[in-house]
């Protein structure tokens, strides 16, 4: 895996849905119950066209005026885990050659890196594959033509 990639088994690199297509797509199943038991009703009870077609469009006014007030519920989750982390800084707790602890936080992440990098060292989070983390040098590490300075 490339750095500065992350590789997600939550299904994130399918296709996805806006907030308000994912809204629709959850009233589909409720539109269909509510279809059903007015067809019934006109069948059964002989309730006229006009009564099924009215309740069916109250029934979508009511699934539209709803998605301002539950928008949010609908909404895409952030990341969380490892791909939360992608961008922080931390702090090397043992020498990365290529791997080993790093403290980003209260936490401490196991994490590789394509160079070696000092124990107490600056290293930004590039990536992550499972629950290791890629890093590279952070700010501090890395000179203004962009090559790698060890402390």
């Known amino acids: 895996?490339?750095?500065?990639?992350?590789k997600s088994k939550s299904g994130a690199e399918g296709k996805?849905?806006?907030t308000w297509q994912r809204y629709w797509l959850f009233?589909?199943?409720g539109l269909a119950i509510v279809s059903a038991l007015l067809a019934a009703g006109a069948?059964?009870?002989?309730?006229?066209?006009?009564?099924c077609a009215l309740?069916?469009?109250?029934?979508?006014v009511k699934d539209a005026s709803l998605y301002p007030f539950l928008k949010s519920a609908y909404e895409g989750s952030k990341p969380t885990g490892p791909e939360a982390m992608i961008g922080s800084l931390g702090t090397a707790r043992e020498d990365l050659r290529p791997g080993g602890l790093i403290r980003i936080g209260p936490e401490l992440?196991?994490?590789?890196?394509a160079v070696p990098i000092e124990a107490g060292q600056v290293v930004q989070v590039t990536g992550c594959e499972g629950m290791t983390l890629?890093?590279?040098p952070?700010?501090?590490?890395?000179?203004?033509?962009?090559e790698f300075r060890p402390a």
Request: hydrophobic content about 50%.
């Open 138 to 146: 952070g700010p501090s590490a890395v000179g203004r033509d962009g």
């Open 27 to 29: 009233q589909i199943p």
């Open 55 to 60: 309740g069916l469009a109250i029934w979508i």
């Open 16 to 18: 996805r849905f806006r």
């Open 109 to 113: 992440w196991r994490a590789e890196s």
């Open 43 to 51: 069948h059964w009870f002989s309730l006229p066209l006009w009564a």
């Open 134 to 136: 890629r890093v590279a």
């Open 1 to 6: 895996m490339q750095a500065g990639t992350a």
